[in-house]
């Protein structure tokens, strides 16, 4: 009687730490995991062996602002080496930005890589609810499969450094 | 001796359970508090009754801006059509933040012979510390604090709580009122909108 009295308080501190511990309904992207189903606002780009750096942004994040040309001259070193030109693409998905925002961004700050226009806030909840502006790396395998090397809040800092982090967390030879 | 056993191993387990359960409530909040950001939830998205419309004349005042002096609508008069943006309050969730995104269209305002004129019932302070980290704004922000909400008051957008509505107004040259958005204050008005109204003054 004793055992199955205290087996129940067991199970029902259990129950009530599970409960208090319910995550939201999304959790951030997780380094070693895969994206969420982001369609049909953004997919990643079709199967090809290569890394794909996805920059979560809005038009009206001072931070994302200050941060567009440091993000320009990381597309520009990209572009600049033929190894990597090939291997490693850039684009931004704005945050409950219309297409009319995301297109305002674009021009201010001539973003010379895709950016894509989330007006309802669909992608950001599926993402977590991430702050801005957020880097999200995954590496795209030859056999379509995916997976989330880098996830990370804020300014990615000195441009070099962090191209330099990017090849080698993705193994991009 | 073997029930007391029981009872002490059974109260062992409850307070390593309610440690655990304390503990990763803890790492939780400490996130929250980080970020130092106060999040409401879910408001109700009108919360006044408007006393304006379209057609009529803007109720003129005149309030302290936070770069100094004062403002008054009536300035403006004859000069530039204007923008009134009012916001709920500084330090509110940033997913509806708009005067980072107006602040780098400035262009777009001066194409259409504007001014922006940014409004809230928090007092000074509040506002240039919040309005310090949105970067170096190009228009004037304005203080509703005292008397409290008075100008929100006399367009019909101070709600029940004592923040205002979020709301956009549109007033020509001559004074009239030619566009109103009392937006759902959970989201943010596009830009869109605004611009369009603007463009439309020329007509």
Known sequence: MVKVKYGISIMLMLMILLGGTMSPAASLPAVGGALPDLSPGFSLPKPKDGVVIIEIFSMYCPYCQKEAPNVNKLYDKIQASPNLKSKMRLVGIGVGNSSYEVDIFRKKYNVPFPLYADGDFKIHKKLGEPRTPYFIGVKINPNGSHSIFYSKLGEFGDVDAFLAEMVRLSGTK | ?203
């Open chain 2, 1 to 203: 001796m073997k029930k007391r056993a029981s009872l002490k191993f059974l109260i062992s387990c409850c307070a390593v359970i309610m440690t655990l359960t304390l503990a990763m409530s803890a790492w939780a909040i400490s996130d929250a508090y980080k970020d130092n950001i106060y999040n409401p939830g879910k408001l109700k998205p009108i919360d006044s009754k408007l006393k304006v419309k379209v057609g009529q004349k803007a109720p003129d005042f005149t309030l302290p801006a936070v770069a100094g002096g004062k403002v008054a609508l009536s300035q403006y008069l004859g000069k530039k059509n204007i923008v009134l943006s009012f916001v709920p309050a500084a330090w509110t969730p940033v997913c509806s933040d708009q005067w980072p995104g107006y602040n780098i269209v400035r262009d777009m305002f001066e194409a259409n012979d504007a001014v922006l004129l940014g409004i809230t019932v928090d007092n000074i302070p509040t506002l240039f510390s919040w309005t310090n980290q949105m970067g170096k704004l190009w228009f004037p922000v304005l203080s509703d604090f005292y008397l409290h909400g008075k100008v929100a008051q006399q367009y019909g957008i101070l709600r029940t709580d004592g923040v205002t509505e979020r709301a956009i107004f549109v007033i020509d040259k001559k004074g009239i009122i030619r566009y109103i958005d009392v937006h759902d204050i959970n989201e943010r008005p596009s830009l869109e909108g605004i611009i369009t109204a603007l463009e439309n003054l020329k007509q």
